[in-house]
């Protein structure tokens, strides 16, 4: 029998799991009606039924935890000798800003791995340099500034309300129902806030009012879209505004979180969801994604369309967005993962070069 081709699982996490530390505490007290599990499962718990989900497709996958350690890094790759690496790997010493530095690592050792490039994971990070991109394209997205540590400006000529966000964060980091701000003062607070919490610039926004939608797609020329989803916050509470906070996607302890719930497929008027799929595949492929990514969308109450970030390697969690999608389209959560591993090992480059091969032995 043929050996089964190895995919070695890559993740980082270090310290305590905060499900696992919510696990052990005494459960709160809430003043609202949960709607959904308060239990979340651990990253620990996501990567195996990721590993699960690879070995039911045939693969003999292992997960591996670098634990923000290169030496761990290097040897998993240069010793074990994987067919190929589903990479989950999100920061690098501590730093989320050298999440692409890993994807180079696999790319020198000519490694096959799964999702987005370095250059396109490095760009989509930056959701300034991503905004100017997309707009030079044609493609609509919020009206913004940057906003340096520095002087504050009185004058910004963007309309009210305005959304504040870190300008290199993501997963909600930095989001939470204070970041839409109604006036100057509040927009200079809510700056103030990212610089000294987030030591970055803070990206502010024309706050969109309107529906948001998630757009999935997989695969390489062409890549494909998967059913729309979209995150419907006509049950949160009027003194929440209808965004993702932080606390709506990742607090089971916190109101938004069981008020806000997502749709697959939306229900969107025929010639609308062709648009919203044709600019979500344009910024796909703009931005240089690959193998699975997720658009960010919102559409306004006049129906236009904008992209408020892309993506690329999405949370893969079962029933959650990209996977729902994928779910919906027909595809199981192996069957997805399985592809995904497929366009990865189409990359196997050929034989490594001298130079390379030697420097790998060096190292073993
Ligand atoms: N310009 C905007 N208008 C309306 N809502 C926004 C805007 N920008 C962000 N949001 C809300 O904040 C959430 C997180 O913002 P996003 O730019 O997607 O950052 P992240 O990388 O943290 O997901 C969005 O899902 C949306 O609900
Ligand atoms: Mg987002």
């Keep these: 029998m043929a050996q089964k081709v190895s995919v070695a699982v890559l993740y980082n ?6 499900y696992e530390l919510m696990r052990k505490q005494a459960p709160k007290e809430l003043d609202f009606k949960p709607e959904f599990r308060m239990d979340v499962a651990t990253v620990e718990e996501e990567i195996m039924a990721l590993v699960k989900g690879l070995r039911t497709a045939g693969f003999r996958a292992y997960a591996v935890n670098v634990n923000d350690r290169f030496d761990l890094l290097y040897q998993t790759l240069s010793r074990r000798s994987p067919d ?10 501590d730093d989320p800003r050298q999440e692409y530095m890993v994807a180079a690592l696999y790319e020198l050792l000519r490694i096959p791995y799964t999702g987005a490039p370095p250059y396109t994971l490095a760009l989509c990070q930056r959701k300034a340099s991503t905004k100017h991109l997309l707009l030079a394209n044609g493609i609509r997205t919020p009206r913004f500034k940057v906003m340096e540590p520095g002087p504050l400006p009185r004058r910004h000529g963007l309309r009210y ?5 870190p300008a290199r964060e993501d997963a909600s980091a930095g989001i939470d129902n204070a970041s839409v701000v109604d006036s100057l003062d509040r927009m200079h607070e809510r700056v103030q806030y990212v610089w000294k919490e987030f030591s970055q610039p803070a990206l502010v926004e024309e706050f969109i009012d309107g529906r948001e939608l998630n757009v999935s797609i997989i695969g390489n020329h062409p890549p494909k879209v998967l059913p729309i989803g979209e995150m419907v916050f006509t049950d949160l509470p009027p003194h929440l505004h209808n965004i993702v906070s932080f606390d709506a996607k990742w607090n089971p302890q916190h109101e938004a979180y069981h008020k806000m719930y997502t749709k697959c497929p939306a229900e969107l008027p025929k010639k609308v969801e062709q648009r919203v799929r044709d600019i979500a595949l344009a910024a796909y492929t703009l931005l240089g994604c690959r193998d699975y990514a997720r658009v960010d969308i919102r559409l306004s109450k006049k129906h236009q369309i904008y992209v408020l970030e892309v993506n690329p390697n999405p949370d893969l969690t079962e029933g959650v967005a990209f996977m729902e999608s994928a779910k919906k389209g027909g595809m199981s959560f192996s069957a997805t993962l399985a592809r995904i591993v497929e366009f990865a090992l189409r990359r196997t480059p050929k034989a490594l070069p001298e130079r390379t091969t030697a420097l790998r032995n060096h190292y073993r």
């Design 13 to 18: 996490q270090v310290g305590e799991d905060e």
């Design 161 to 165: 309300p305005l959304i504040v966000k």
């Design 84 to 93: 190929a690496v589903f990479n989950l790997i999100e920061f690098f010493n």
